[in-house]
């Protein structure tokens, strides 16, 4: 599922964020307005934000995890931090920290001379 979609709202089209803004703790919503302009305007600009967003840490740490078979608790468990930071950095609420690609090479290391 891609994480911004268009809706039409009491006439009116708009792109929502399903994961939401976390600092209003709602989910984000951009209005592009009504008719067919509207919907080719918000189209494209969930269209743009969806790429932008593939990739960014968060989903690349999502993307690592389920390719290596890893809950979120497991991964937390590997990494020596609480379950809640992973789902935290995965959701964007919380910045990935930027010498996680270490220790997931690692980890990666570590899982292949178990296998």
Known sequence: MSRYVTERVNGVWQVRDTVGCHTHGDACIVVYGPGSSGAAAARAGALQLNRTNENHPANELRAWRT?????????????????????????????????LHLALQQIERDLESVH
């Not at 608790?73 to 919380?94: F, H, I, N, P, T």
């Open 67 to 99: 390719a290596h078979g890893l809950s979120q608790a497991k991964l937390a468990k590997l990494l020596g931090v609480q379950w809640l930071a992973v789902q935290r950095w995965e959701a964007g609420s919380r910045g990935v920290p930027p010498y």
